[in-house]
């Protein structure tokens, strides 16, 4: 990876003011930030406008390249499911007004998938009608695998993915879930890889995968047991191109400031960048 492709994602530090957050990445180096979408809404609820969040960005030199903030619900009853996917149509345009390219969401499933004759494939339809209205946009809507009671691993949200037949649906890797979940190193092949749109950054306390909390073991890359250069080397190898997006959940990072708390992020990636 190259320095111009690392990103934080706004959830890993605790901030008073948008303001704030923004100019710490900045100053540790940051060049993209992907929002936790209630950083921007709480910004936007204070009498702010989208202009202003772009103005924001413009002035700290900071591309946002993507967000999240939800499942897709594809087994909830009808009224609730029709407003969760527009709240999910609503969240890409508000992405895309920002300049970014990827939407992180979860998934829901069905009350007993043993029961279910076709899962993945109820999955697909409603990933394939979603993805129609935000075409326009140019969002890809990336299914993180883990963030779901049954989508458990890379090759389950991949295979969503390809039956959506939707070029602007994939799937979002993390290491964190890669240790957790039973994707293994051999689910990292050139048939799924193509599907990975967006990819986030962390490293993970030495316990064995079932044993992990897949958000509170998080620790920063370097300080935990996973061969991060070899999981992320096999990615670019298929082809991955995209940002590569620090996501931390530790108290002791949102216990510092946010400048602190960035800059320890920031050098923690750097010793995975190529040298340029």
């Given amino acids: 990876m190259k320095k111009s492709q690392l990103a934080i994602n706004s959830v890993s530090i605790r901030h008073a003011q948008l303001e704030e957050a923004l100019a710490a990445y900045h100053d540790a180096g940051f060049e993209n930030v992907e929002f936790t979408l209630r950083h921007v809404k709480a910004y936007l609820s204070h009498g702010h406008t989208l202009a202003d969040v772009r103005r924001l960005l413009d002035q700290s030199k900071l591309r946002c390249i993507g967000g999240f903030e939800c499942c897709v619900e594809c087994f909830s009853p009808v009224e609730p499911r029709a407003k969760n996917h527009e709240l999910i149509v609503q969240n890409a345009r508000l992405l895309a007004d920002l300049g970014a390219s990827a939407m992180v969401v979860g998934t829901d499933g069905p009350a007993d998938w043993t029961k279910a ?160």
């Fill in 117 to 276: 004759a076709d899962p993945l494939g109820e999955m697909a339809r409603v990933f394939a009608g979603i993805s129609e209205q935000i075409q326009d946009t140019g969002v890809t809507i990336c299914i993180e695998f883990n963030w779901s009671p049954i989508v458990k691993s890379l090759r389950t949200a991949a295979e969503i993915a390809r039956r959506s037949q939707a070029k602007n649906v994939g799937v979002l890797f993390d290491p964190a879930h890669y240790h957790c979940t039973p994707t293994k190193a051999d689910q990292l092949d050139a048939e799924n890889v193509r599907f990975i749109k967006h990819v986030h950054v962390n490293d993970m306390r030495d316990k064995p995968g079932e044993l992990s909390q897949c958000n509170a073991d998080r620790v920063l890359p370097g300080a935990g047991c996973l061969d991060l250069k070899a999981l992320f080397g096999a990615l670019e190898k298929h082809g991955y191109k995209g940002c590569f997006s620090i996501e931390m959940f530790n108290d002791e990072l949102w216990a510092m400031p946010a400048a602190q708390a960035a800059k320890l992020m920031y050098n923690s990636l750097l010793p995975l960048c190529q040298v340029e």
